[in-house]
């Protein structure tokens, strides 16, 4: 192994699962102050992990539903099989309605609802618990090849000085791998090429601030915090060659929805002549959402906004609009960084 490839085995992780059938996560609400992994071991500490952003992140968040899943199953393989297979469809329901926005949770869980429905009949209850526990696995292990194969396509787009922003996280521990958006930045770092990154704090959550400088540092990349209110003003003084950012659910005309904030990063790049670029997995593309009109955009309780770490900041009745999420229009991505390519406008996903 090289020394880049080393570099980029390094990265954290957000999600194990071992070959005893143990779930473990990296609790990133307590980053970047502590590093505590959490074993998963219930259904409804696998939903609260997700709905409390213990795991997060699209493709993080759809493998830690498979993997959520499949140990919520392991009580009941003494049923029968239609019974299982029953029990199979009600948690991966409940799991699905953690959080709304992201579909790569729904892909994943339909993708293991799909073989519990149409496994044959003649087959046992434990040879349908394994291919479920090795769906699970294999769309994890994909995911980490997928995110490679992201760097290595959006490393190309990043130059020798260039200023580099990015929004939220959907670095290594938004992902099974290397990440989305942060991946084209590893691989470019880790092929010498010195860049410097820009790091938007992401408000309420500080995604960008505790999660996103953390990994980046813990890499070696040069990188800068901002406020987020800071950004226009960064592209206005020249400093943004291009903005990268992750994605929750692209519809088929590439709208896209991410992290709350990306809109204006778009609108304020298209003024300043700034390349946007989104990065995701094809498994983030829903087609069956024609446009941005058709994504449910999750909205969060008031008190992430009024408290900061429990610190109240605003008076406690004040109303509060807590959207975690936008969505961008097509019109302002000046393309997609996947695993298949760099995919320019116009966008029709389903041709
Ligand atoms: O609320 P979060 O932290 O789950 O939001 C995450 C994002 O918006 C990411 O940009 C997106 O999920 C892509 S992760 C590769």
Redesign the pocket.
Known sequence: MNKSQKLLEEIPKAIYFDDKDRFFILDQTKLPTQEIIEEQTNIEQVYDSIYQ?KT??????GIAGAYGLVISLKKYVDLDLESFVKQVLKNASYLNSS?PT?VNLSWALDKLSKLATDFPKDKSVKELYSTLRDEAVAIHTSDIFTCRQIGINGANLIKEGDGVLT?????AL??GGI???LAPMYVAWSKGIRFKAYSSETRP?L?GARITCWELNKFGIDTTMIADSVSSYLMKLGRVSMIV????RVANNGDTA??IGTLSLAVNAKFYGVPFYIA?PYS?IDIKSKSGADIVVEERNSEELIYIKGQQIAPKDIKAFNP??DVTDNSLISGFITEKGIIRPPYNFSK
């Open positions: 952003l997060r992140g699209a493709p993080a968040i959080r992201a929004l939220c996280n959907a670095g938004a992902t990440g989305t958006a959550l995604q950012v992750g994605a929750d991410n992290k995701c983030t975690a999420f």
